[in-house]
């Protein structure tokens, strides 16, 4: 049987033919990515989800999506923070943790990524822009930024990718202090962090860019294979 991958999802205002309601929706190439290297994508609905789901899962997809609530690393939002999820934040918080508590095969995608540091004790910088000598990672909404990523030799994600690799960048925030128990093992040409793992687990590992936005499927595949 092909391993149960829990996906996470936005719940948002949406629209379609005559209705204009709130959705549970994802981007549908998330699914693809984990189906297309064997796995078999489960939607979990934000709001409708217990952390009991993590008990049927054979691993964790965290997907991107808006700001976490500053409130959860103790800051107030800065004037770049304007669109919060608070029930996503809840209802994703408890479905990681049980995760980690299993030690589920996690991969954390973008605010996924950011989300895993607040949980463990990191902070995030708010907006990327207003920090000396880094550069903007959001082009424009709706566009990915092409980014160089250099990864450590000792790695997991050194091992994955090599030395270096492409990465889709969609992201505004990025991580600032980094949780104790995250090794950071991949960053941009500017110096921000691109990547964090957790060792000795599994297999949990957490990106700032969109691997789904591309064909390059080896963290997906990784994530199956140890899911499997």
Sequence with gaps: MRPLIGISTYREQARWGVWDVPAVLLP?????AVAEVGG????????????????RLDGLVLAGGADIDPARYGEEPGPHTTT?????????????????????PILAICRGMQLLNVL????????????????????????FARR??????????????????????????????IAPP???????????VEGVELPGRRFCLAV?????AGEDRRLFAALVAAAG
């Excluded at 549908?28 to 693809?32: C, E, G, H, Q």
């Excluded at 700032?208 to 789904?212: D, I, L, N, R, S």
């Design 182 to 192: 995250l090794s950071p093992s991949a960053w941009s040409e500017d110096g921000v």
């Design 208 to 212: 700032q860019w969109h691997p789904e």
């Design 120 to 143: 463990l004790g990191g902070t995030l910088l708010q907006h990327l822009p207003v920090v000396p000598e880094t550069e903007p990672h959001l082009l424009q909404l709706g566009r």
């Design 28 to 32: 549908a190439s998330y699914a693809d």
């Design 40 to 55: 078999e994508p489960v939607l979990l609905p934000t709001g409708a989800v217990t952390p009991d789901v993590v008990e």
């Design 148 to 177: 160089e990523v250099r990864t450590a030799a000792d790695s997991e994600l050194g091992r994955l990718l090599g030395p270096v690799a492409s990465a889709d960048c969609h992201h505004h925030q990025a991580l600032d202090r």
């Design 84 to 104: 919060i999820r608070p029930e996503r934040d809840a209802s994703e918080t408890a479905v990681l943790q049980a995760a980690l508590d299993r030690d589920l």
